[in-house]
């Protein structure tokens, strides 16, 4: 279904749009509607980022001098000069001062365990965690593998990297050892963390195994850190937590992702500490409607970039983070019920998650403590789009926040926004900050055709170059319009400006 052909999905209530976390920053800067926002975010950079920042009172140890700097070229262009963070502070560490009684993690294992942490407890397993690896010989800079399930210590590691200023590096738990050794050895992993083993399905999943198998032929990697499923404790000793997080510059490298591309070589995406942050924490917020309190559910995994997505977005606005083991259809309500066990209020799922729901039955569960449902990985089509939002969003009580990025663009380039209705399979927008466009092969901008989706401005989450490879960088992503990011997809904009995507145009 084309979306200039659809009827209104959801339609923001007056109350909904008085309490959104995007109205309220469009107020703050003068702004009447969306379109206008969005240009004060592409016009403005410094004034609409430094906005960002005090209303969602984002801990940043000092302000920035220059908000962006492009001396090098559009392709490498560095931001916020001057400041200096650390995302750990600002996703836990400040939380545990502000709120330290607030929940920070809930696991849901399959075998329905449950553990709860606090902020001020997630804190003091993230400072712990960090001296361990510490001890281990991580400093700054260091690549640190994350192998493992959807759990609450997956976040220790990640922020623990993140504390000492190590650059973590998550791979997909489901990746065999072939996989998981391709991006030992590109990255350079000094350390891995892992788990022995994890449910899925019923059955006990092997990790270590695989681990073994990849370190084999990964060199660099000098120690493994096994996470024990069945205790919950880690295989190496714990410190005190009482060694401080390290304030680093906003440039500084903070993630190296892998698109989830199938030809060649992995290409290691890396995203840096400043960036990552306020990119994220800015669509957590103004396009997902996340706030302080929340429950965040993502059905996901930290291989993929919603992993640490939910991480951050989740933690630098003070919300919890729902970690669900294995799948989510076992059994086949799973993802349903544990939406009405925890009230969850941010519930994030793909195309193909709810496709393969369907044949399983409507939700019998309570989902009145959704606001909105979060969706991504592929286009939507019709029939998918339709269900989910009758029995999950409630025929247009809440709205489905439909976004498309990618793993290089730390963020997401289109995303409904809850200031505007949205139309069934839509994109809705540019997201705030990014300069979008449809191109045709020969570089004109186009509306109501297929074209090319390109950003013609850089914009604070964008990759800082795959990984060890300056030239296939540069050659995938800015060859082929000079000087405008070429993603890869077909775009079109129909006549009310609604944006839709139409499959890959290349493979990434």
Not at 38 to 51: K, M
Not at 456 to 465: D, L
Request: hydrophobic residues 40%.
């Amino acid at each position: 279904m084309a979306a200039g052909d659809a009827t209104w999905t959801w339609t923001p209530s007056a109350e909904q749009l008085k309490h959104a976390n995007v109205a309220r920053l469009a107020r703050a800067l003068g702004c009447g509607d969306y379109s206008s926002l969005h240009r004060v975010s592409i016009d403005d950079p410094d004034r609409f980022w430094r906005a960002v920042v005090a209303d969602l009172d984002l801990e940043l140890t000092s302000p920035w001098d220059t908000v962006r700097d492009d001396s090098r070229g559009i392709e490498w262009t560095t931001w916020f000069e001057g400041a200096r963070l650390n995302i750990a502070t600002a996703c836990v560490h400040t939380w545990a001062g502000r709120t330290p009684d607030a929940v920070a993690a809930v696991f849901r294992g399959e075998d329905g365990t449950r553990d709860e942490w606090t902020f001020a407890e997630l804190s003091l397993h993230v400072a712990k965690f960090a001296e361990s690896l510490a001890a281990l010989g991580v400093e700054s800079g260091d690549r640190v593998a994350i192998y493992m399930p959807m759990c609450a210590e997956v976040a220790v590691a990640s922020h623990a990297c993140a504390h000492l200023g190590a650059v973590q590096v998550p791979i997909f738990s489901g990746f065999g050892a072939a996989a998981v050794a391709q991006r030992l050895q590109d990255s350079g992993a000094k350390v891995v963390v892992t788990a022995d083993w994890s449910y899925r399905r019923g059955r006990r999943t092997p990790m270590r195994e695989t681990i073994e198998a990849a370190v084999r032929s990964a060199p660099s990697v000098e120690r493994v850190v096994e996470w024990r499923r069945d205790d919950r404790s880690w295989s190496v000793p714990l410190g005190d937590g009482t060694l401080a997080p390290l304030e680093v510059p906003a440039e500084h490298p903070y993630l190296l992702a892998y698109t989830s591309g199938t030809t060649g070589r992995p290409k290691g995406a890396l995203h840096v500490q400043g960036g990552f942050l306020l990119s994220i924490a800015r669509e957590a917020a103004y396009q997902s409607d996340i706030r302080a309190g929340d429950r965040v559910l993502f059905s996901t995994d930290m291989g993929w970039i919603m992993g640490p997505w939910t991480l951050v977005g989740a933690g630098a606005l003070g919300a919890s983070v729902v970690f669900m083991e294995g799948a989510p259809d076992w059994p086949e309500d799973r993802l349903w019920q544990l939406v009405e066990e925890e009230r969850v209020t941010m519930l994030g799922v793909s195309p193909t998650l709810i496709r393969a729901l369907i044949p399983k039955g409507e939700p019998s569960a309570d989902l009145s403590s959704l606001r909105a449902i979060t969706t991504t990985g592929e286009p939507w089509n019709a029939g998918p789009y339709a269900w989910l939002d009758a029995h999950a969003a409630g025929s247009g009580r809440i709205p489905i926040v439909n976004i498309s990025g990618g793993t290089e663009v730390g963020a997401c380039f289109l995303s409904v926004t809850p200031m505007a209705p949205t139309k069934p399979c839509s994109l809705g927008f540019p997201a705030l900050g990014l300069a979008m466009d449809v191109y045709s092969s020969e570089g004109a901008s186009l509306r109501r055709e297929v074209g090319e989706l390109v950003c013609t401005r850089a914009w604070p989450g964008m990759t800082r170059g795959i990984w060890g490879d300056d030239a296939r960088y540069l050659e995938t992503y800015w060859s082929r319009f000079p000087g405008v990011w070429t993603h890869g997809d077909w775009a079109s904009v129909d006549e009310d400006g609604y944006w839709s995507l139409h499959g890959r145009s290349d493979d990434t």
